[in-house]
């Protein structure tokens, strides 16, 4: 079992930037597939991106393709998301979770179904 943490979430600027970070703890942190979700007020919860084990290949929502960045540091065992060009419509309450499904041994998963573990989320808000 993997416990997560995120920090790096804020008050911004529309046009403003923020990184937010993920931190693992408790379980081999290569085991497990990365991703960011985060829910709006009213929304579902919505994935934005996600990583690869070894950090090769990344997958994004369509809306923050070219905004934001999915990383991984196998040693530190974080993993972040770097958020460029922020847009009062990202405002979210972002999370960060594991997977280690079958499925995510093969293709990257995108569904909140595949990830098990989850942090307890960062509110990132942005005006305009």
């Known amino acids: 079992q993997v416990t997560l943490v995120e920090s790096g979430g804020g008050l911004v600027q529309a046009g403003g930037s923020l990184r937010l970070s993920c931190a693992a703890s408790?379980?081999?942190?290569?085991?497990?597939?990365m991703g960011w979700f985060r829910q709006a007020p009213g929304k579902d919860r919505e994935f934005v991106g996600g990583i690869s084990r070894a950090g090769r290949r990344t997958v994004y929502l369509d809306s923050v393709k070219g905004r934001f960045t999915i990383s991984r540091d196998n040693v530190k065992n974080t993993v972040y998301l770097q958020m460029n060009s922020l847009k009062p419509e990202d405002t979210a309450v972002y999370f960060c979770?594991?997977?280690?499904?079958?499925?995510?041994?093969?293709?990257?998963?995108?569904?909140?179904?595949?990830?098990?573990?989850w942090g307890q989320g960062t509110q990132v808000t942005v005006s305009s």
């Open positions: 979770a594991a997977s280690s499904s079958p499925a995510s041994l093969t293709v990257l998963v995108t569904s909140p179904l595949e990830y098990r573990n």
């Open positions: 408790g379980s081999t942190f290569m085991s497990y597939q």
